[in-house]
């Protein structure tokens, strides 16, 4: 028998043109998809496409609800209908709660929820029957990370909003992809390397830095494998994925500035 792969599917990535939203399109597009890609900087959507070899661009801001809007019309002109959407877009700044503003919750929320959820809407009439919406949230829902508790906030409500839609749309496969540390990727790429330090240190006194990061390249080729086959099975859903290193915690924070990328693995909005 041979095993079903994501060859003629119709793929949506949302958050595409860093981190996982990126690797996952580049081996979606080589592995035989129609695929569309969504993200912010048409610049880095080009470069994706020339890449991948094949995919079609689409710059679309999730802050702004007019784009997400928009999004579903131009992934139809793309691609007609949709097999399988995976939503990797995730942004948040690194602040403590007492000291988070109303921009630090808004870029949280706006981006991680509400333009996840806008973008959804505006997809639905393109999806095909048992069409799997994949969208990714975090291991710091439930242990939050010091400087990031309004980044996990979000990605909690993000959570909730799947259970929703599985209620009020049971057609469509609605899944919460749960991603631990892993590198590259340019979450926290911008964050203040003072604040960074200070979280690293608490982050392994809790016990919540991981010895080891995945490769993104990995993660990204387990997801290709596991959507082509869920693909073919309709009737078969997936409510909750988590890919997570099996390696331990660690109390050492020297060198390890790439841990910072364990709240949010995704791709970039």
């Known amino acids: 028998m041979t095993t079903p792969t994501l060859e003629g599917r119709r793929v949506l990535v949302v958050g595409a043109s860093a981190g996982i939203g990126r690797a996952f399109a580049v081996r979606a597009v080589r592995a035989g998809a129609k695929v569309a890609m969504v993200a912010r900087r048409a610049d880095r ?14 710059a679309a801001d999730l802050r702004q609800p007019d784009d997400c809007a928009h999004i579903g019309a131009a992934v139809a002109a793309a691609l007609g209908r949709l097999d399988v959407v995976l939503v990797t877009a ?5 602040t403590w709660i007492d000291e988070a503003t109303a921009d630090d919750w808004q870029l949280a929320v ?7 959820n806008l973008t ?4 639905l009439p393109i999806l095909e029957p048992g069409a799997i919406v994949l969208a990714c949230s975090s291991e710091s829902v439930g242990q939050p990370r010091a400087g990031l508790v309004t980044y996990a906030a979000s ?29 590259p990727t340019e979450f926290g790429t911008s964050w203040d390397p003072v604040k960074l330090g200070r979280a690293l240190e608490t982050w392994a006194l809790h016990g919540l830095a991981k010895a080891e990061l995945m490769d993104t390249d990995h993660v990204a080729e387990v997801l290709v494998g596991t959507l082509g086959v869920a693909a073919a099975y309709p009737g078969v859903g997936i409510e909750q994925l988590t890919i997570r ?4 915690t660690t109390s050492q924070t020297e060198g390890d500035v790439t841990a910072a990328m364990s709240g949010g693995s995704e791709g970039s909005s």
Do not use: M, Y
């Not at 959804?120 to 997809?123: D, T």
């Not at 990605?155 to 919460?176: D, Q």
């Open 45 to 58: 959507l080009a470069e994706l496409v020339a890449e991948a070899g094949g995919g079609e661009a689409i």
């Open 90 to 94: 995730g942004a948040s700044s690194l």
């Open 110 to 116: 706006t981006t991680n929820l509400i333009g996840v």
């Open 120 to 123: 959804i809407r505006s997809l």
């Open 155 to 183: 990605k909690a409500a993000l959570e909730e909003s799947l259970r929703g839609w599985r209620v009020e749309k049971p057609g469509i496969r609605f899944g919460c992809l749960t991603i631990g540390a892993t590198f």
């Open 245 to 248: 290193s099996p390696a331990g």
